[in-house]
Protein backbone atom coordinates (compact mmCIF):
# COMPACT_ATOMS: atom_id res chain seq x y z
CA UNK A 1 0.00 0.00 0.00
CA UNK A 2 1.54 3.57 -0.76
CA UNK A 3 1.69 6.10 1.58
CA UNK A 4 -1.26 8.16 0.55
CA UNK A 5 -3.41 5.20 0.74
CA UNK A 6 -2.16 3.97 3.94
CA UNK A 7 -2.68 7.36 5.09
CA UNK A 8 -6.41 7.23 3.80
CA UNK A 9 -7.15 3.97 5.34
CA UNK A 10 -6.10 5.17 8.65
CA UNK A 11 -8.41 7.88 8.00
CA UNK A 12 -11.47 6.13 6.94
CA UNK A 13 -11.50 3.72 9.99
CA UNK A 14 -10.82 6.65 12.27
CA UNK A 15 -13.98 7.90 10.81
CA UNK A 16 -15.72 4.58 10.78
CA UNK A 17 -14.94 4.16 14.84
CA UNK A 18 -16.25 7.57 15.66
CA UNK A 19 -19.29 7.16 13.89
CA UNK A 20 -20.09 3.70 15.31
CA UNK A 21 -19.72 5.31 18.50
CA UNK A 22 -21.73 8.42 18.00
CA UNK A 23 -24.82 6.22 17.94
CA UNK A 24 -25.97 4.99 21.37
CA UNK A 25 -26.29 1.69 22.31
CA UNK A 26 -29.98 2.57 23.13
CA UNK A 27 -30.87 3.21 19.20
CA UNK A 28 -28.47 0.29 18.14
CA UNK A 29 -31.09 -1.57 19.87
CA UNK A 30 -34.06 -0.92 17.61
CA UNK A 31 -35.47 -0.87 14.15
CA UNK A 32 -35.63 1.56 11.51
CA UNK A 33 -39.65 1.98 10.79
CA UNK A 34 -40.92 -1.08 8.59
CA UNK A 35 -43.48 1.63 7.22
CA UNK A 36 -41.79 4.32 7.05
CA UNK A 37 -38.72 2.72 5.10
CA UNK A 38 -40.89 1.12 2.44
CA UNK A 39 -42.82 4.23 1.85
CA UNK A 40 -39.47 5.79 0.97
CA UNK A 41 -38.59 2.95 -1.09
CA UNK A 42 -41.46 3.34 -3.43
CA UNK A 43 -41.33 7.00 -3.44
CA UNK A 44 -37.91 6.52 -4.91
CA UNK A 45 -39.06 3.92 -7.40
CA UNK A 46 -41.62 6.14 -8.52
CA UNK A 47 -38.83 9.12 -8.83
CA UNK A 48 -36.75 6.75 -10.83
CA UNK A 49 -40.00 6.51 -13.26
CA UNK A 50 -41.39 3.43 -12.22
CA UNK A 51 -45.34 3.71 -12.05
CA UNK A 52 -45.37 2.03 -8.87
CA UNK A 53 -49.23 1.42 -6.96
CA UNK A 54 -48.48 2.29 -3.70
CA UNK A 55 -50.17 0.53 -0.63
CA UNK A 56 -47.91 0.92 2.34
CA UNK A 57 -48.13 3.66 4.57
CA UNK A 58 -51.25 3.88 6.17
CA UNK A 59 -52.75 7.22 5.14
CA UNK A 60 -55.87 8.42 4.35
CA UNK A 61 -55.82 9.98 0.33
CA UNK A 62 -58.39 12.04 1.40
CA UNK A 63 -57.73 16.12 1.43
CA UNK A 64 -57.95 17.41 5.17
CA UNK A 65 -61.60 18.36 5.32
CA UNK A 66 -62.19 22.23 4.31
CA UNK A 67 -63.32 23.84 7.89
CA UNK A 68 -60.68 22.30 9.68
CA UNK A 69 -58.10 23.67 6.84
CA UNK A 70 -59.92 27.37 7.03
CA UNK A 71 -59.65 27.34 10.89
CA UNK A 72 -55.81 26.61 10.92
CA UNK A 73 -55.38 29.68 8.42
CA UNK A 74 -57.74 32.17 10.09
CA UNK A 75 -55.48 31.16 13.38
CA UNK A 76 -52.57 32.05 11.32
CA UNK A 77 -53.99 35.34 9.68
CA UNK A 78 -54.64 36.43 13.46
CA UNK A 79 -51.20 35.62 14.86
CA UNK A 80 -51.87 32.58 16.79
CA UNK A 81 -48.40 31.54 16.18
CA UNK A 82 -46.80 31.66 19.71
CA UNK A 83 -45.86 29.56 22.87
CA UNK A 84 -48.71 27.74 24.33
CA UNK A 85 -48.70 25.90 27.32
CA UNK A 86 -46.94 22.02 27.23
CA UNK A 87 -50.53 20.36 27.88
CA UNK A 88 -52.12 22.84 24.35
CA UNK A 89 -54.76 24.81 23.54
CA UNK A 90 -57.15 25.11 26.46
CA UNK A 91 -60.24 24.85 24.25
CA UNK A 92 -59.11 21.96 22.16
CA UNK A 93 -58.11 20.37 25.41
CA UNK A 94 -62.13 21.10 27.00
CA UNK A 95 -63.29 20.01 23.39
CA UNK A 96 -61.36 16.50 23.52
CA UNK A 97 -62.06 15.87 27.54
CA UNK A 98 -66.28 16.31 26.59
CA UNK A 99 -66.19 14.36 23.74
CA UNK A 100 -64.34 11.22 25.33
CA UNK A 101 -66.45 11.67 28.17
CA UNK A 102 -69.73 11.64 25.99
CA UNK A 103 -68.37 8.84 23.12
CA UNK A 104 -66.63 6.95 25.34
CA UNK A 105 -67.42 6.95 28.39
CA UNK A 106 -64.20 8.12 29.69
CA UNK A 107 -64.42 9.62 33.25
CA UNK A 108 -61.96 12.71 32.45
CA UNK A 109 -61.21 15.96 32.84
CA UNK A 110 -59.52 18.52 30.39
CA UNK A 111 -56.67 18.63 32.62
CA UNK A 112 -56.07 14.68 31.92
CA UNK A 113 -55.83 15.78 27.86
CA UNK A 114 -52.16 16.83 26.42
CA UNK A 115 -52.17 17.51 22.95
CA UNK A 116 -49.16 15.93 21.47
CA UNK A 117 -48.81 13.94 17.92
CA UNK A 118 -50.08 10.42 18.35
CA UNK A 119 -46.93 8.73 18.45
CA UNK A 120 -45.34 11.65 20.41
CA UNK A 121 -48.06 10.33 22.82
CA UNK A 122 -46.62 6.90 22.53
CA UNK A 123 -43.47 7.84 23.04
CA UNK A 124 -43.77 10.03 25.83
CA UNK A 125 -46.32 7.81 27.73
CA UNK A 126 -43.96 4.62 27.42
CA UNK A 127 -41.01 6.78 28.56
CA UNK A 128 -42.98 8.02 31.62
CA UNK A 129 -43.90 4.88 33.19
CA UNK A 130 -41.67 2.10 32.05
CA UNK A 131 -38.09 1.41 33.88
CA UNK A 132 -35.45 -1.03 32.84
CA UNK A 133 -35.91 -4.39 32.74
CA UNK A 134 -40.31 -3.80 32.80
CA UNK A 135 -42.28 -5.80 30.85
CA UNK A 136 -44.37 -4.65 28.47
CA UNK A 137 -47.44 -7.04 26.89
CA UNK A 138 -48.37 -6.43 23.80
CA UNK A 139 -49.78 -7.95 20.57
CA UNK A 140 -47.71 -9.96 17.91
CA UNK A 141 -48.43 -8.38 15.15
CA UNK A 142 -48.98 -5.03 16.01
CA UNK A 143 -47.58 -1.66 14.43
CA UNK A 144 -43.65 -1.27 13.95
CA UNK A 145 -43.09 1.63 16.84
CA UNK A 146 -44.22 -0.09 19.81
CA UNK A 147 -41.78 -2.40 20.63
CA UNK A 148 -39.08 0.44 19.69
CA UNK A 149 -40.27 2.92 21.87
CA UNK A 150 -40.25 0.55 25.20
CA UNK A 151 -36.54 -0.85 24.40
CA UNK A 152 -35.74 3.02 24.05
CA UNK A 153 -36.93 2.87 27.56
CA UNK A 154 -35.08 0.48 28.91
CA UNK A 155 -38.04 -1.97 28.90
CA UNK A 156 -38.91 -5.51 27.62
CA UNK A 157 -41.52 -5.28 24.60
CA UNK A 158 -43.50 -8.99 25.26
CA UNK A 159 -45.13 -10.11 22.24
CA UNK A 160 -48.79 -11.98 22.61
CA UNK A 161 -49.27 -13.94 19.32
CA UNK A 162 -52.76 -13.31 18.42
CA UNK A 163 -54.33 -15.97 15.78
CA UNK A 164 -56.21 -15.54 12.33
CA UNK A 165 -58.50 -17.85 13.98
CA UNK A 166 -59.46 -15.86 17.01
CA UNK A 167 -59.73 -12.49 13.80
CA UNK A 168 -56.18 -11.71 15.57
CA UNK A 169 -58.12 -10.16 18.61
CA UNK A 170 -55.28 -10.12 21.49
CA UNK A 171 -57.70 -11.84 24.29
CA UNK A 172 -57.62 -11.45 27.51
CA UNK A 173 -56.83 -15.42 27.97
CA UNK A 174 -53.71 -15.26 25.70
CA UNK A 175 -52.50 -12.02 27.59
CA UNK A 176 -53.17 -13.87 30.94
CA UNK A 177 -50.60 -16.36 30.26
CA UNK A 178 -48.01 -13.97 29.56
CA UNK A 179 -48.30 -11.95 32.66
CA UNK A 180 -44.96 -11.87 35.00
CA UNK A 181 -44.12 -10.09 37.85
CA UNK A 182 -41.82 -8.13 36.02
CA UNK A 183 -45.14 -6.95 33.63
CA UNK A 184 -45.71 -3.25 33.70
CA UNK A 185 -48.23 -2.95 30.74
CA UNK A 186 -50.52 -3.71 28.86
CA UNK A 187 -50.40 -2.41 25.41
CA UNK A 188 -53.07 -2.53 22.76
CA UNK A 189 -54.52 -0.85 19.33
CA UNK A 190 -58.19 -1.61 18.83
CA UNK A 191 -59.00 -1.34 15.58
CA UNK A 192 -55.76 -2.74 14.77
CA UNK A 193 -53.21 -2.22 12.64
CA UNK A 194 -51.77 -4.26 10.91
CA UNK A 195 -54.60 -6.19 11.08
CA UNK A 196 -57.81 -4.43 11.54
CA UNK A 197 -58.80 -6.53 14.33
CA UNK A 198 -61.33 -5.08 16.86
CA UNK A 199 -61.60 -6.02 20.44
CA UNK A 200 -64.91 -7.11 21.93
CA UNK A 201 -66.81 -5.33 25.00
CA UNK A 202 -65.98 -9.00 26.40
CA UNK A 203 -62.26 -8.54 25.50
CA UNK A 204 -62.08 -5.55 26.91
CA UNK A 205 -63.74 -6.09 30.19
CA UNK A 206 -61.31 -9.05 30.89
CA UNK A 207 -58.19 -7.25 29.84
CA UNK A 208 -59.62 -5.04 32.71
CA UNK A 209 -60.26 -7.34 35.09
CA UNK A 210 -56.46 -8.33 34.44
CA UNK A 211 -55.08 -5.04 34.56
CA UNK A 212 -56.28 -4.79 38.09
CA UNK A 213 -55.74 -7.99 39.33
CA UNK A 214 -52.33 -7.54 38.42
CA UNK A 215 -52.00 -3.79 39.50
CA UNK A 216 -50.92 -3.09 35.21
CA UNK A 217 -51.17 0.24 33.51
CA UNK A 218 -52.45 0.00 30.16
CA UNK A 219 -51.80 2.06 26.93
CA UNK A 220 -55.04 2.03 24.59
CA UNK A 221 -54.13 3.20 21.37
CA UNK A 222 -57.26 3.70 19.44
CA UNK A 223 -56.16 6.04 16.87
CA UNK A 224 -58.47 3.84 14.72
CA UNK A 225 -61.74 4.41 16.66
CA UNK A 226 -63.88 6.08 14.52
CA UNK A 227 -62.66 3.96 11.20
CA UNK A 228 -65.48 0.71 11.65
CA UNK A 229 -67.45 -1.28 9.53
CA UNK A 230 -70.05 -3.48 9.83
CA UNK A 231 -71.91 -2.08 12.29
CA UNK A 232 -69.25 -2.77 14.54
CA UNK A 233 -68.72 -0.49 17.92
CA UNK A 234 -65.36 0.86 20.08
CA UNK A 235 -64.89 0.32 23.81
CA UNK A 236 -62.45 2.59 25.21
CA UNK A 237 -60.89 0.41 28.52
CA UNK A 238 -60.97 3.45 30.64
CA UNK A 239 -64.41 3.76 31.01
CA UNK A 240 -64.50 0.35 32.61
CA UNK A 241 -64.90 1.00 36.25
CA UNK A 242 -61.60 2.19 38.17
CA UNK A 243 -59.65 1.90 34.84
CA UNK A 244 -59.30 5.56 34.19
CA UNK A 245 -56.53 5.71 36.85
CA UNK A 246 -54.71 2.88 35.12
CA UNK A 247 -55.06 3.60 31.52
CA UNK A 248 -53.46 6.07 29.06
CA UNK A 249 -55.74 6.32 26.05
CA UNK A 250 -54.44 7.65 23.42
CA UNK A 251 -56.08 9.10 20.01
CA UNK A 252 -55.66 11.59 17.04
CA UNK A 253 -56.54 13.20 14.22
CA UNK A 254 -54.54 12.10 11.55
CA UNK A 255 -56.76 8.82 10.40
CA UNK A 256 -60.17 9.87 11.45
CA UNK A 257 -59.91 13.52 9.71
CA UNK A 258 -57.14 12.51 6.80
CA UNK A 259 -54.54 14.91 9.21
CA UNK A 260 -51.58 12.92 8.71
CA UNK A 261 -49.08 16.00 8.02
CA UNK A 262 -50.54 18.14 10.71
CA UNK A 263 -48.45 15.76 13.35
CA UNK A 264 -51.53 16.04 15.52
CA UNK A 265 -53.13 13.86 18.22
CA UNK A 266 -54.15 13.26 22.15
CA UNK A 267 -53.50 11.68 25.11
CA UNK A 268 -55.85 11.09 28.38
CA UNK A 269 -54.19 10.30 31.26
CA UNK A 270 -54.29 9.87 35.21
CA UNK A 271 -53.34 12.82 36.77
CA UNK A 272 -50.12 11.47 38.51
CA UNK A 273 -48.94 10.19 34.88
CA UNK A 274 -50.18 13.40 32.92
CA UNK A 275 -47.49 15.43 35.48
CA UNK A 276 -44.99 12.58 34.17
CA UNK A 277 -45.89 12.88 30.39
CA UNK A 278 -46.02 16.85 30.74
CA UNK A 279 -42.48 16.96 31.81
CA UNK A 280 -41.46 15.07 28.61
CA UNK A 281 -43.33 17.04 26.42
CA UNK A 282 -42.15 20.25 27.99
CA UNK A 283 -38.32 18.98 27.31
CA UNK A 284 -39.13 17.64 23.98
CA UNK A 285 -41.61 19.15 21.76
CA UNK A 286 -42.72 22.13 23.73
CA UNK A 287 -46.26 21.36 22.69
CA UNK A 288 -47.82 20.89 19.34
CA UNK A 289 -48.12 23.30 16.86
CA UNK A 290 -50.21 26.68 17.98
CA UNK A 291 -52.02 27.08 14.43
CA UNK A 292 -53.01 23.43 13.74
CA UNK A 293 -54.79 23.26 16.96
CA UNK A 294 -57.36 25.64 15.60
CA UNK A 295 -57.81 23.47 13.24
CA UNK A 296 -57.94 20.46 15.35
CA UNK A 297 -60.28 22.15 17.55
CA UNK A 298 -62.59 22.69 14.35
CA UNK A 299 -62.18 18.82 14.00
CA UNK A 300 -63.36 18.23 16.93
CA UNK A 301 -66.39 20.72 17.20
CA UNK A 302 -67.62 21.06 13.68
CA UNK A 303 -69.77 18.75 11.32
CA UNK A 304 -68.71 15.16 11.58
CA UNK A 305 -70.21 14.40 8.04
CA UNK A 306 -66.53 14.00 6.61
CA UNK A 307 -65.97 11.41 8.77
CA UNK A 308 -68.95 9.61 8.09
CA UNK A 309 -68.30 10.21 4.10
CA UNK A 310 -64.49 9.07 4.72
CA UNK A 311 -65.41 5.98 6.94
CA UNK A 312 -68.19 5.11 4.19
CA UNK A 313 -66.00 4.66 1.30
CA UNK A 314 -63.11 2.94 3.54
CA UNK A 315 -66.18 0.48 3.92
CA UNK A 316 -66.76 0.28 0.15
CA UNK A 317 -62.62 -0.10 -0.19
CA UNK A 318 -62.54 -3.53 2.05
CA UNK A 319 -65.02 -4.73 0.24
CA UNK A 320 -64.07 -4.06 -2.98
CA UNK A 321 -60.46 -5.36 -2.07
CA UNK A 322 -61.68 -8.51 -0.47
CA UNK A 323 -63.38 -9.32 -3.63
CA UNK A 324 -60.23 -9.09 -5.49
CA UNK A 325 -58.01 -10.58 -2.99
CA UNK A 326 -60.39 -13.92 -3.38
CA UNK A 327 -59.33 -13.91 -7.02
CA UNK A 328 -55.55 -14.22 -5.81
CA UNK A 329 -54.97 -17.85 -5.16
CA UNK A 330 -51.66 -17.40 -2.87
CA UNK A 331 -53.73 -15.16 -1.08
CA UNK A 332 -55.97 -16.07 2.32
CA UNK A 333 -57.28 -13.33 4.67
CA UNK A 334 -60.57 -12.88 6.97
CA UNK A 335 -62.36 -9.83 6.66
CA UNK A 336 -61.22 -7.03 8.83
CA UNK A 337 -63.80 -4.99 10.94
CA UNK A 338 -61.97 -1.78 11.31
CA UNK A 339 -59.31 0.18 10.12
CA UNK A 340 -57.74 0.63 6.62
CA UNK A 341 -55.45 -2.51 6.14
CA UNK A 342 -55.60 -5.69 5.00
CA UNK A 343 -53.16 -8.98 6.22
CA UNK A 344 -53.09 -11.40 3.93
CA UNK A 345 -51.13 -14.49 4.48
CA UNK A 346 -49.55 -15.62 1.07
CA UNK A 347 -48.32 -19.05 0.04
CA UNK A 348 -44.87 -19.37 -1.35
CA UNK A 349 -40.99 -19.67 -0.17
CA UNK A 350 -39.96 -16.00 0.08
CA UNK A 351 -40.14 -14.43 3.69
CA UNK A 352 -42.29 -11.57 3.67
CA UNK A 353 -40.01 -8.64 3.37
CA UNK A 354 -38.17 -10.44 0.17
CA UNK A 355 -41.77 -11.05 -1.21
CA UNK A 356 -42.83 -7.03 -0.40
CA UNK A 357 -39.69 -6.37 -2.62
CA UNK A 358 -39.77 -8.65 -4.99
CA UNK A 359 -43.34 -7.68 -5.93
CA UNK A 360 -42.54 -4.00 -5.54
CA UNK A 361 -40.12 -5.06 -8.31
CA UNK A 362 -42.08 -6.83 -10.26
CA UNK A 363 -45.31 -5.61 -9.91
CA UNK A 364 -44.60 -2.31 -9.32
CA UNK A 365 -46.93 -2.81 -6.69
CA UNK A 366 -45.72 -1.86 -2.98
CA UNK A 367 -46.88 -2.57 0.05
CA UNK A 368 -45.25 -3.50 3.46
CA UNK A 369 -44.18 -7.21 4.83
CA UNK A 370 -45.51 -9.03 7.62
CA UNK A 371 -42.77 -9.38 9.64
CA UNK A 372 -42.36 -5.84 10.28
CA UNK A 373 -44.89 -6.08 12.11
CA UNK A 374 -43.27 -8.87 14.28
CA UNK A 375 -42.40 -12.60 14.00
CA UNK A 376 -46.16 -13.68 13.63
CA UNK A 377 -46.76 -11.35 10.90
CA UNK A 378 -44.25 -13.59 8.50
CA UNK A 379 -45.76 -15.02 5.36
CA UNK A 380 -48.21 -12.15 5.33
CA UNK A 381 -48.34 -8.74 3.72
CA UNK A 382 -49.74 -6.22 5.31
CA UNK A 383 -51.77 -3.78 2.28
CA UNK A 384 -52.95 -0.23 2.82
CA UNK A 385 -56.45 -0.12 1.12
CA UNK A 386 -56.52 4.13 1.92
CA UNK A 387 -56.36 4.96 -1.75
CA UNK A 388 -58.70 5.13 -4.58
CA UNK A 389 -60.45 2.29 -5.96
CA UNK A 390 -58.95 2.22 -9.02
CA UNK A 391 -55.75 2.03 -7.19
CA UNK A 392 -56.81 -0.96 -5.43
CA UNK A 393 -58.15 -2.44 -8.64
CA UNK A 394 -55.10 -1.83 -10.86
CA UNK A 395 -52.95 -3.14 -7.95
CA UNK A 396 -54.82 -6.34 -7.02
CA UNK A 397 -55.00 -7.27 -11.03
CA UNK A 398 -50.74 -6.33 -11.13
CA UNK A 399 -50.57 -8.92 -8.23
CA UNK A 400 -52.93 -11.53 -9.85
CA UNK A 401 -50.99 -11.88 -12.65
CA UNK A 402 -47.27 -11.92 -10.99
CA UNK A 403 -48.04 -14.58 -8.48
CA UNK A 404 -49.97 -17.06 -11.25
N1 LIG B 1 -49.31 4.38 11.19
C1 LIG B 1 -49.18 4.40 9.78
C2 LIG B 1 -48.78 3.03 9.24
O1 LIG B 1 -48.68 2.09 9.97
C3 LIG B 1 -48.25 5.47 9.34
C4 LIG B 1 -46.81 5.17 9.26
C5 LIG B 1 -46.20 4.92 10.57
O2 LIG B 1 -46.17 5.84 11.35
O3 LIG B 1 -45.81 3.80 10.81
O4 LIG B 1 -48.60 2.91 8.07
Keep these: ?6 QCFILLLCLRVGAIRMISE ?6 ESGTMKMKELAGQKKKEGKKIISFT ?6 DTPKHIVEAAKKALDEGKTRYLDAPGLPELREAIAQRA ?13 LITPTKQAIFETILATIN ?14 YEPCVQLAGGKAVPVTTTEENQFRFTPDDVAELITPKTKMILFNSPSNPCGAVETHED ?16 SDEVYEKILFDGMKHFSIAAEPGM ?18 WRMGW ?24 FAQYGGLAAITGTQEPVKMMVKEFEERRNLIMKLMKEIPSFSCDTPKGAFYVFPRYEGKMNSEEMALYLMDSAEVAMTGGSAFGSAGEKHLRISYATNKKNIQDGMERLKKTLA
Design 132 to 145: EGDEVLMPNPAWVT
Design 204 to 219: IKGLADLAKDHNLLVL
Design 267 to 290: LIAPKPIFKGINKIQQHSITHAVS
Design 101 to 113: KAENGIPCESSNV
Design 57 to 62: VGEPDF
Design 1 to 6: MTKVGH
Design 26 to 31: RVKRIQ
Design 244 to 261: MDRTITISGFSKTYAMTG
